[in-house]
């Protein structure tokens, strides 16, 4: 068994759509709309090179998908910003750090060494958290993770 989605709400596919490309450098794997499913729309994204996972840019559907209850009940979980999350990894977390600062992304945590890896927080405009005068917005990971043996050893207080 193998995963091969994960999905993220939005509120505005194509601006998630544009970010995810633009910003990000994802590439489109899947836009497939459904009209007898209330033109419910499939739309994923992936890293380039990486075709096997996912991430599926869902926006949050009304009837007949949802009841009315249930899609502000998603929204009211957005809007606290615990509505998801995508961990990237890369081999070299400052210089992708650079380069999507270059494509205009904003991070909410410069890279930091930790434990596990060095590690950067980056800002996700399109789920901003409400009240938006909190300064925050919900946001992804962005990871150099240590080989797995080191991530695995035990921890100590001069960690």
Sequence with gaps: MKIANAHLWV????????????????????????????DFRWLTVSPAGQEDVSIVLMAIPGPPMF?????????????????GSVFLTTDDCHAEYEALKARGVEFTETPEERPYGIDAGIRDP??????????????????????????????????
Excluded: C, N, W
Aim: zero cysteines.
């Design 126 to 159: 399109l789920r901003q958290l409400d009240p938006p005068d909190r300064g925050e917005a919900a946001g992804h990971r962005l990871s150099e993770l240590l080989p797995r043996e080191a991530r695995l050893r035990p921890l100590s207080l001069d960690d």
């Design 11 to 38: 509120h505005d596919q194509e601006e998630a759509l544009a970010f995810y490309t633009e910003k990000l450098g994802m590439e489109v794997r899947a836009d497939v709309t459904l009209p007898e499913m209330g």
């Design 67 to 83: 009841e009315p209850e249930t899609s502000k009940a998603i929204e009211g979980l957005m809007a606290k910003g615990v509505a």
